[in-house]
Every structure is written in structure tokens, then in C-alpha cells.
């Protein structure tokens, strides 16, 4: 790739990729969301042969293109061209079904990101990970720890929290901000930065905590849609979902009981759940059982059958 990032980065990309793509032979294509699209539907059309769209989010939607009008324009336009035209399409949650349906009269076919069983892999003690028993630990994990994920809220509402640790396992553009932000306010001892694991070894983790995280800001209408991977391993490792108030994870928390809701993301709020946590462990185990029990449905094994279905279609 002679350009690494912007405008003529995607431009080059789809370029080279659609070249790629003609001088290939292929039975079907997929184009994981709209950067890949206009070429992949260009080189099906031409070789006469199926094209999936599978949407991984409400790509016009994402924060980053919100403020570039222009860029944002060009993308919208590339989906109004193709995305009437197309037969085949997945994405990962309903609500953004039901969107691209209200826009172009499509309902796309929704298959959740879920985890596989993790029931298999032990997770660490407390011992090797030097966390106190007595503390409740948490979890934030993922690869888009970024702004408007909530993680500056989670630092402040830990530092405000007695007896309370914290688990940040993966990678993102905030992180740097959170580790100074841990330093300064003395928590040191309390939050452990961990990069980014293998699944397993990420779940070793993860199984270890009392309840994940997910305080994603309802700030763009991607993140209003979104149903985050990291939600589904938490409920893969047993362990309960502390989520912001958002459509897609608070219908899976309402539905199995698995969790808590955060009305706002603010520190005062954030802390309020862990101390209700603390004082109540009765409450506590009584998520995890929920969890559990909501693990037996919400897996990778039983939602790979809507794609197993939807390929049959093509096939």
C-alpha cells in the first residue's frame, strides 16, 4: 500500500483490491463491511457469481466519519448505490437490521458475534494475578478501547470505589490516557493493563473476574446499535454484564437476567453499581447463575446455525 491512511488509503485499497479480485477465481464473495463493498460487487457482477454483504456495524454511522462531511457523503453514497441492489446480507444485530430495513426496505439476516463455550478453561486465581479476595474484580476488555467507550468514567468511578479492582486486557487509542490517569490518581495497585491475549488466554482471564464491562456512550448511531463482541464472552466465562444503557445489550440483560444496567456513563453512577455489588454478593451470585444459565443459548455452537442456514440459500 503506497498510502497508509485517509482518503487515498480507501481509494488505493479498493483499487488494488478489485484488480485482485478480477484476475482470481472465486465461487462466492464477501465483503465485510461497506470499505470492501464496491469492489467486491463490481468483480460479482462481472464474474456473475453470489456476493454476501456481511455488515459487521452501522459502518455511516461510526464516530469517526460523523465530522467529515465529505467522506461521510462519499460512503453513503456507495451504500444507496449498492446495498438495493444486493441479495444476500448479514449483520450483528437487530437493531441494525432493522435499520438498513427502514432505509432500504432489505432486512438483513442477524447473526450475533457470539463466543464459543469457554467452560473448558480455568481461570487464574487471585494469587497469580495479585488481586486481594476480598476485592470485587471487574474486566474491560477489547481491541477499540477508545474514546466514548467509557473508560476514563471507569477509572474515576474505581478511585472513588473502595475494594474494587480492575482488569483492562487488549488495545485502543484511549488506553494511554487511562494508564496516566490510573497513575496519577494512585490506583495503581487496584487496575492491571494487560495487552492484547489469544482468546484462551484472554478468557483465562476473564473467567477470573466477578463481571465485565461494556459502558460504550450512546453518542453516534453505531454505538446506539452495537451489540459489542466482549459482551458475548462475558457471558461465555460466566460472569455478569455491567453495560451501558443501550437497545442491544440491555434487551440480551433484560431477557436472562444477566446483568446490570448503567443509566448515564458518569463515575458517581459507575461506582453506585460496584458498591450495590459489594453489599449485596447475594445479588451478585445470583447474575452469575443467570449468567450461566444464559450461556447455554448465547453461544457460538447454536448461533452458527443462522449462517449454516443462510449460506444453504446461496449454495
Known amino acids: ?28 464473495l464477501v465483503a465485510d463491511d461497506l470499505d470492501t463493498l464496491l469492489p467486491n460487487f463490481i468483480a460479482a457482477r462481472l464474474k456473475r457469481i453470489p456476493l454476501v454483504y456481511d455488515s459487521h456495524e452501522y459502518f455511516t454511522g461510526v464516530a469517526e466519519i460523523q465530522n467529515r462531511t465529505f467522506v461521510k457523503w462519499v460512503w453513503k453514497t456507495i451504500e444507496k448505490m449498492i446495498f438495493p441492489r444486493l441479495k ?26 457470539c463466543s464459543n463455550s469457554s467452560t473448558a478453561i480455568n481461570g487464574y486465581s487471585r494469587e497469580e494475578m495479585h488481586v486481594k479476595s476480598e476485592h470485587l474484580l471487574l474486566v474491560l476488555q477489547g481491541t477499540g478501547i ?26 485502543g487509542d484511549v488506553l494511554p490516557v487511562l494508564r496516566e490517569k490510573v497513575k496519577s490518581s494512585g490506583i495503581s495497585d487496584r487496575v492491571i493493563f494487560i495487552p492484547k491475549l489469544p482468546w484462551v488466554e484472554l478468557m483465562r482471564y476473564t473467567r477470573s473476574a466477578d463481571a465485565g464491562l461494556s459502558l460504550d456512550k450512546d453518542t453516534n448511531l453505531n454505538n446506539h446499535f ?15 454484564v455491567i ?73
Open 88 to 113: 444476500y446480507i448479514m449483520t450483528v444485530s437487530d437493531s441494525i437490521a432493522v435499520k438498513y430495513e427502514n432505509e432500504y426496505g432489505i432486512r438483513p439476516v442477524t447473526v450475533r458475534n
Open 243 to 315: 453495560s451501558g444503557n443501550l437497545p442491544e445489550p440491555g434487551k440480551i440483560i433484560h431477557e436472562y437476567g444477566c446483568g446490570l444496567i448503567i443509566r448515564q456513563i458518569n463515575a458517581g453512577e459507575i461506582a453506585s453499581v460496584f458498591k450495590n455489588l459489594l453489599g449485596n454478593r447475594e445479588l451478585l451470585n445470583e447474575l452469575k447463575r443467570n449468567t450461566r444459565k444464559a450461556s447455554e443459548y448465547l453461544n457460538w455452537k447454536n448461533e452458527s446455525e443462522r449462517v449454516r442456514d443462510f449460506y444453504k440459500q446461496i449454495i
Open 226 to 240: 452495537s451489540l459489542p463482541n466482549k459482551l458475548f464472552d462475558y457471558i461465555s466465562a460466566g460472569i455478569p
Open 146 to 171: 477508545n474514546e466514548d467507550r467509557g473508560g476514563e468514567e471507569l477509572i474515576e468511578a474505581i478511585r472513588i470505589t473502595e475494594n474494587v479492582s480492575l482488569l483492562v486486557i487488549g488495545s
Open 1 to 28: 500500500m503506497i498510502f497508509k491512511k485517509g482518503f487515498l488509503f480507501y481509494k488505493f485499497f479498493n483499487i488494488r483490491l478489485l484488480f485482485y479480485l478480477l484476475f482470481n477465481r472465486y465461487d462466492i
